[in-house]
């Protein structure tokens, strides 16, 4: 709804119940409930000198359903918002069978359903802006149509993991990849992250899905071992072939960001060795319960690799340099 005033269902149903000696103001948040912009109780005032029919009991009892149907977060309707409701719920089936800890369909489920979501996410955006999403058969845009789209609302890095995910979809629908896929794992993330993002841009912060879903907890441990060794055996022959499809499909260049592929950097937090779960040293053979990484220091000239008599000469090279009565320390 993109007006304040009453739709004609609506003040069918307004002239019923005031006539039933219903409030104002119950009505008021009957109709405003998942309403937007809402209505104020002066659109109800000279409600008897409406033509319309009054609303049956039937349409009263519908009308009643479907309010109560209204998520009361996101204020969306599974009527009203249909395809950004239908959005919503399909990202959310996704990550929901991604973390359930027994399912290991993760890399054949998770492209599919998430397709679905941004599919429908992105038809309700250009319905909404007036653009015909359907041709002459019935046939709706394809995602990867919207994507080629030059007024496509999407910005590079999420374009090319939709087309990575979408490459992936393509080849699980049909082949088996004799691993579970984890290398695909931080494409899920990213596409999760832009998924909210674009959904509460384009839609509002209501519509969002951040403050939705838990945290996924786990009954194991990180051994950065056992990473390693099941990450050597996701690099079978099967997912070096979808990765080389998904390098020329998405046309990757190196340099995507964490739109594209999530990636995660460890920060510090002071602890005794004690207290650690994992140890940072250069020489650590006491870290027999403890995961040991050890660090090699990285020697000055390859930090600062520029000496001050090198910096002054390539300044000077550019043309930029103005006075050398500046000291260089």
Known sequence: MKTA??????????????????????????????????????????????????????????????????????????????????AREAMIAAVEIFNNPTMLFKVQIYPVVSQIAWTYLLHEYYDRKGVEISDENGNSLL?????????????????????????????????????????????????????????????????????????????SQMDIDQLSQLQAYDLTPEIEAIDQAITDGAALTGDEGANYHFKVSYHFEKATKGDSHIVFSNNNPEAKTKKSILTQKVVGDELWPFKPGTVVEKVREGGTLRSTSTIIS
């Open 5 to 86: 005033s009453l739709t004609e269902k609506e003040k069918r149903v307004a002239k019923k119940l005031l006539s039933d000696g219903d409030t104002y103001q119950d009505i008021q948040q009957l109709i405003n409930t998942g309403r937007s912009p809402t209505i104020n109780p002066g659109r109800l005032a000279r409600w008897k000198e409406w033509e319309t029919e009054v609303a049956s009991d039937l349409e009263i009892k519908r009308f009643k359903y479907e309010k109560s149907l209204v998520d009361l977060k996101s204020g969306l309707s599974p009527i009203d918002d249909e395809r950004l409701y239908r």
């Open 143 to 219: 995602l990867s149509q919207i994507l080629a789209r030059p007024d496509c609302p999407l910005e590079g890095d999420v374009k090319k993991n939709l087309s990575a995910i979408k490459i992936l979809r393509d080849n699980v629908e049909h082949k088996t990849l004799s691993s579970i896929g984890r290398t695909y794992w931080p494409l899920f993330q990213a596409n999760c992250l832009n998924f909210d993002q674009t959904i509460r841009k384009l839609f509002g912060e209501r519509a969002g899905l951040r403050d939705t879903l838990s945290f996924s907890l786990q009954f």
